[in-house]
C-alpha cells in the first residue's frame, strides 16, 4: 500500500456564458466541510467560507450553503438541490473547503462521514470532482474558472491515493480557467492563527475591491500569494492553466468615463499568443504552450554547499527577443508514429526498449531519436528544436534564482529520476504528465528522459548574450533535463547540461515553434 495524504483544500469554480456577462444571473454553491468524524476537523474552514461568502454576496452573487456534507447523500440530495437554481447564461461560483485527495488520476472532495479505513472504491465514499465538472458542462455553461486552496500535509494511509491534487486537466473543457494555491502534488503551508487560509483570503479581497477582468486578477491574485509566502519565509507557488479566449466577466464592472461622444475603432483583437493557453497541432497532435521574450540568468546558480560543473558556468544574463511555442511534454510514442507513418518509407520507428518492443505504450515519450531524427521530427511539424537558452528559459518557467525546478531539492519527489520516491513509482520511462508542471505548465522538464536541444555542447561566455544559437560547429549537441536513470543529486539542478553524440534508450525530444503564418495554422487561435 502506498502512503497516502488526505489534503485540505478551498476550491471554487465559477462557469460563465462567453457572450455579455455583465448582466448574467449569478449564482454560487458554498460548500464548508470542517466537523469530519474520524479525520481531524479543519479550524479554518469557517474561515475560508465566511471570507469567500462575503466576496461573492458583494458581487451580487444568490449564495447556496452547503455545510458538513456527507455520502451518500450528497450525490442525490446536495447537488440536486443546487443544480435547481441553475439556468442557462448564468455566472456560476462552485466554492469547497475540506478535505480532498488523488487516485488514479482523478480528484475527490471527502465528506465528513469518510473513514480512511473502509475499503469500498472511492468513488462510493467521495464525491468525484469531474462529476461536479461535467454536471455544469451539461446546464450549457461556456466560462468556467477553478480556484483552488490548499493541500496542507496530512498523514493518513488511504490505499490507492497520492500527495495532493493532480491537475484536472482543464483542456477538454473550453473556456476553463484553473488556479491552484500550490502545484500540483505538493503540500501548502496552512493558515496559522485561526484565520482564513493564503489563497482565500488574498482570493477574497481582490474580488472585493479589483475591478479588473477575470484572467488579470488571478494573476494579480497568484503573484501576490507568492510574494505573500515569500515575506514569510516560505515557498508558494500557485499553479495557473487557462484555456480562457472569448469569454469577459468583472466581480465589479470597472467605472466608465462619461465622454463625449467620438467616433470610435473597433476593439483590438486580444493578446496573441499569450501564455497558459494550450493549442494543439494540427500535424503532430502535440499540445504547446507559449513562452513569452525574457531576460534571465542562465546557468549555474551559486550554492557552496553542493557546487556546479564546469560546463554549467559562468553564469550568464540571456536576452530572449522573441517569444515561441514549445511542447507541453515530451514527443510522444504516438506523435512519432503518426510522423513515420507519413514519411514512409524513408522514414523509420527507432529501436524499442525493451520493455516495449512493439512500441504499444503510446503515451511515453519516444526515446533512442538520434539528434538528427529529432530535428527532423520538429521540422515536419511545424517548428525546430529549442535552442539551449530557450530550453532553460521554459525549465526556469519565470523563476529567478532557483536551483531546482520546484525551489526545494524536494523537486525530486516530484520527478521520475533513478529510484523511486514519493510520488516517482516508476522503475523506467513515465507517460508523459505523471509529475508536476512548472509555473509555465510544461511537464517532465526534469528527469524522465534527457531532451536533445539544438545547440552543440561548448563552454558559456560570461558576456551577455542575445539570442544565442549556441557554437557554430562541435562533436556532440546538447542534452538536458535528466531521465528515468539519472542521478538526482547531481542531475536535478535546472543548470546540468552534458553533450552528447548518439542515440540512447533516455533521451527524448521536445519541439519549439516560432510564430508565423504558417505556425498560426498549425497551431489555431482557440475561438
Sequence with gaps: MMRAFP?????????????????????ALVIGNSGYSVLPKLQSVPKDVEAISNALKNAAFDVVSVNDFKVPEFFTQGIADFEKHLKGGDVCVVYYAGYALQSEGDNYLLPVNFDPQDQKALVDRAYLFVRLQEDLDAHGVALRIFIQEGPPPLNVAIKGAGIGLVDPQIGPFKETLFVSAGRTGEWVPTASGGGADRLTTIAAKAINEQKIELDSLFEHVRSDVTESARTGGQTQVPFHDSTVVRSQFYFHEPEKKVETPVTTL??????????????QNSRDR??????????????????????????????????LTKGFWIGRNEVQVDSYQRYVQA??????MPSAPLDDRHWDKTDRPIVDVKWEDAKAYCGWAGGRLPTEAEWEAAARGGMRDEIYPMGSEKSRDFANFAGKSENDIYDGIAPVRKFNPNPYGLYDMSGNVWEWVNDFFGPYTAANVTDPPGPSNGKD?????GSFASDAKVHLRISYRKGMSKDENNIGFRCAIDDTDASKKLLPQPR
Design 286 to 319: 502535440e499540445e504547446y504552450l507559449w513562452v513569452k521574450p525574457q531576460r534571465f540568468m542562465m546557468g549555474c546558480v551559486p550554492n557552496g554547499d553542493k557546487p556546479c560543473e564546469d560546463a554549467e558556468k559562468p553564469r550568464h544574463q540571456v536576452t
Design 266 to 279: 473597433p476593439p483590438p483583437p486580444p493578446e496573441w499568443p499569450r501564455q497558459n493557453v494550450i493549442v
Design 477 to 481: 549537441h546538447v542534452i538536458r533535463g
Design 343 to 348: 514519411n514512409k518509407p524513408k522514414t523509420k
Design 7 to 27: 489534503v485540505a483544500c478551498t476550491l471554487f469554480c465559477l462557469v460563465a456564458h462567453a457572450q455579455d456577462l455583465s448582466k448574467a444571473n449569478r449564482v
